[in-house]
């Protein structure tokens, strides 16, 4: 499974740091939607499911999480810890986020708005998915 990350870029001074990123510049879609997952219950798992289209971009802006993926071959885990890179999900893999350390705040951009449609929360269903996709 390939993996893509996106490094912004960040303006570090005695005063702090800033981290910036620019539309279809650093993250390779048109952003219609931003949310973000915080106040995370210690040792809860979140996600579950797999989207058809949505593309989106994963940062964890504070603390860290660990996002295993899976694309019905292969399951690969991420941890994002770093306020300056960014996880890019694109095509249909399946995603449980876990780990959050109490300070997590995970922000993500999205592709599309919300569409309950472009889920797929039964695993079996994406497996199904994938391989009717892929023939
Ligand atoms: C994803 C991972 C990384 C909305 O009404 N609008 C929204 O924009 C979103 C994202 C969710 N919701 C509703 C749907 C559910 O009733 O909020 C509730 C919680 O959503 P969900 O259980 O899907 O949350 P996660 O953390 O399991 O998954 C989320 C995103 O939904 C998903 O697209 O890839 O984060």
């Known amino acids: 499974m390939d993996i893509r990350t996106i490094n912004f870029q960040k303006r570090q001074n005695d005063?702090?740091?800033?981290?910036?990123?620019?539309a279809q510049r650093d993250?390779?879609?048109?952003?219609?939607?931003?949310?973000?997952?915080?106040?995370?219950?210690?040792?809860?798992?979140?996600?579950?499911?797999?989207?058809?289209?949505?593309k989106q971009v994963l940062l964890c802006i504070n603390g860290s999480c660990k996002i295993l993926l899976d694309d019905g071959k292969e399951k690969k885990t991420v941890e994002l810890n770093d306020p300056t890179q960014g996880l890019l999900l694109e095509g249909t893999v399946w995603r449980e986020m876990f780990d959050f350390s109490a300070d997590a705040v995970l922000l993500v951009f999205a592709s599309?708005?919300?569409?309950?449609?472009?889920?797929?929360?039964?695993?079996?269903?994406?497996?199904?998915?994938i391989r009717e996709d892929n023939k």
Not at 114 to 126: A, G, L, Q, T
Request: with cysteine; net charge positive; aromatic share 22%.
């Open 27 to 54: 993250i390779p879609f048109e952003i219609k939607r931003v949310y973000y997952i915080f106040n995370v219950a210690p040792g809860a798992r979140r996600g579950f499911h797999a989207h058809k289209k949505l």
């Open 15 to 22: 005063t702090g740091c800033l981290a910036f990123l620019e």
């Open 112 to 129: 599309d708005y919300y569409d309950e449609n472009d889920y797929i929360r039964n695993y079996n269903d994406f497996l199904k998915y």
